[in-house]
């Protein structure tokens, strides 16, 4: 390769640079139209090295395109701010507090578009200066927040690098993507994100909820209360802690979010009920998080005026740890209360006992029902 440096000075030293004699045949000088003789005369920092140095000696290598092929450009300027939420500051469980943009384009033909996104640090040719950071691309129609990183139309590699990109091809039509600047630990950095395409769109940031209306439970899955995911097999889902939500007006767009402080994957469910509900139904269910995603669960829905139950779990049942729900509202205000347990405020007693020959009476059809104990 052929490599200046920008400062004009100060070329490279090892293999193929002047001082390599031998490497330097007649033919091979020939070739690339190089004089070694001329080299020890004038240092402007041009030099030629052998790919195999490239790879040893350089950090990386940026490409850059011409911007005649891509007269359409939106840049936007950002930053990542430390989570303020209870449990590691991971991206995983704050994955939704990440900078998101919405990229809206309609176009009659096949096109490309290239994203860069790069963070401000100080000592740019430091890898120890540069936190990973990584680009994920959505295609989405509704307007609300991407929560979760699966589903992605681009899934960046998380990389500790000041630049990183990405392309996708667009087909004709009308488009709106969701772009994820996504920080892994959640330290306070700016950053500026770059769109490239040879076709017309807009670039615009989608700023996070702010409701008026919010209420926050601090709790935990203990031993008597840590009952599972809802399936036949597991007849303790009922014991999971329940909430009483009533809105106070109609109808109202909330955002219930359900975050775990240990590594369990967690799930929450709003219920059409007054009170505590020991058996599930299908018709019982009015929203749900979906499937049981680690550390985070998230409901969007619009609720009408009415009292729900409000239910928080873990997937397998004993799995015991802490938890932080919280729910906001944009038009109405939130009552939220602790359902009691099953049986909380009585005195329980527990009886161990078995049935033996003589006692095992059977059902009533067999005529030693009483037997029984």
Same mark, same amino acid.
């Given at each position: 390769l052929q490599v200046k440096n920008p400062w004009a000075k100060c070329r490279w030293k090892g293999h193929f640079s002047e001082y390599d004699v031998e490497a330097w045949t007649s033919d091979l000088q020939r070739e690339l139209n190089f004089n070694l003789q001329s080299q020890f005369h004038v240092d402007n920092g041009i030099f030629w090295i052998e790919w195999t140095d490239v790879c040893k000696y350089f950090q990386g290598i940026h490409i850059a395109w011409n911007?005649?092929?891509?007269?359409?450009?939106?840049?936007?300027?950002?930053?990542?701010? $430390? #989570?303020?939420?209870?449990?590691? /500051?991971?991206?995983?469980?704050?994955?939704?507090?990440?900078?998101q943009y919405v990229l809206a384009l309609c176009t009659s033909r096949k096109t490309v578009m290239h994203l860069l996104?790069?963070?401000?640090?100080?000592?740019?040719?430091?890898? $120890? #200066?540069?936190?990973?950071?990584? /680009?994920?691309?959505f295609e989405k129609k509704d307007t609300s927040r991407v929560y979760h990183p699966e589903r992605a139309i681009h899934s960046g590699v998380y990389l500790n690098a000041v630049d990183v990109n990405a392309d996708f091809d667009i087909p004709p039509g009308d488009h709106s993507y969701f772009i994820v600047a996504s920080h892994m630990e959640k330290k306070q950095r700016s950053f500026t994100l770059r769109a490239f395409s040879d076709a017309h769109f807009d670039l615009t940031p989608l700023p996070m909820r702010m409701d008026p209306f919010t209420t926050t439970h601090h709790g935990a899955w203990d031993p008597s209360s840590a009952g599972g995911c809802p399936n036949a097999s597991n007849p303790l889902w009922y014991t999971n802690p329940m909430f009483l939500l009533n809105l106070e007006s109609a109808p109202a767009p909330c955002l219930i979010k359900l975050t775990a402080a240990e590594d369990v994957c967690v799930n929450v469910l709003v219920l059409c009920a007054c009170e505590r509900v020991d058996v599930l139904t299908p018709d019982d269910i009015v929203a749900s998080s979906g499937a049981y995603r680690e550390c985070f669960a998230v409901v969007e829905h619009t609720l009408p005026h009415r009292v729900y139950v409000v239910v928080v779990s873990t997937m397998e049942p004993g799995q015991i740890g802490t938890f932080k729900l919280e729910i906001s509202s944009a038009v109405s205000e939130l009552i939220l209360k602790p359902l009691p347990s099953e049986g909380a405020g009585m005195v329980k007693t527990a009886i161990q006992s078995e049935w033996t020959p003589h006692c095992a009476g059977g059902c009533a059809r067999f005529g030693r029902y009483t037997e029984n104990p």
């Amino acid at each position: 390769l052929q490599v200046k440096n920008p400062w004009a000075k100060c070329r490279w030293k090892g293999h193929f640079s002047e001082y390599d004699v031998e490497a330097w045949t007649s033919d091979l000088q020939r070739e690339l139209n190089f004089n070694l003789q001329s080299q020890f005369h004038v240092d402007n920092g041009i030099f030629w090295i052998e790919w195999t140095d490239v790879c040893k000696y350089f950090q990386g290598i940026h490409i850059a395109w011409n911007t005649v092929y891509f007269p359409f450009l939106r840049q936007v300027h950002g930053s990542w701010s $430390e #989570a303020q939420l209870g449990g590691p /500051l991971d991206d995983y469980r704050h994955y939704y507090e990440n900078p998101q943009y919405v990229l809206a384009l309609c176009t009659s033909r096949k096109t490309v578009m290239h994203l860069l996104l790069s963070q401000h640090v100080s000592l740019p040719h430091h890898r $120890e #200066a540069c936190d990973f950071i990584a /680009l994920h691309v959505f295609e989405k129609k509704d307007t609300s927040r991407v929560y979760h990183p699966e589903r992605a139309i681009h899934s960046g590699v998380y990389l500790n690098a000041v630049d990183v990109n990405a392309d996708f091809d667009i087909p004709p039509g009308d488009h709106s993507y969701f772009i994820v600047a996504s920080h892994m630990e959640k330290k306070q950095r700016s950053f500026t994100l770059r769109a490239f395409s040879d076709a017309h769109f807009d670039l615009t940031p989608l700023p996070m909820r702010m409701d008026p209306f919010t209420t926050t439970h601090h709790g935990a899955w203990d031993p008597s209360s840590a009952g599972g995911c809802p399936n036949a097999s597991n007849p303790l889902w009922y014991t999971n802690p329940m909430f009483l939500l009533n809105l106070e007006s109609a109808p109202a767009p909330c955002l219930i979010k359900l975050t775990a402080a240990e590594d369990v994957c967690v799930n929450v469910l709003v219920l059409c009920a007054c009170e505590r509900v020991d058996v599930l139904t299908p018709d019982d269910i009015v929203a749900s998080s979906g499937a049981y995603r680690e550390c985070f669960a998230v409901v969007e829905h619009t609720l009408p005026h009415r009292v729900y139950v409000v239910v928080v779990s873990t997937m397998e049942p004993g799995q015991i740890g802490t938890f932080k729900l919280e729910i906001s509202s944009a038009v109405s205000e939130l009552i939220l209360k602790p359902l009691p347990s099953e049986g909380a405020g009585m005195v329980k007693t527990a009886i161990q006992s078995e049935w033996t020959p003589h006692c095992a009476g059977g059902c009533a059809r067999f005529g030693r029902y009483t037997e029984n104990p």
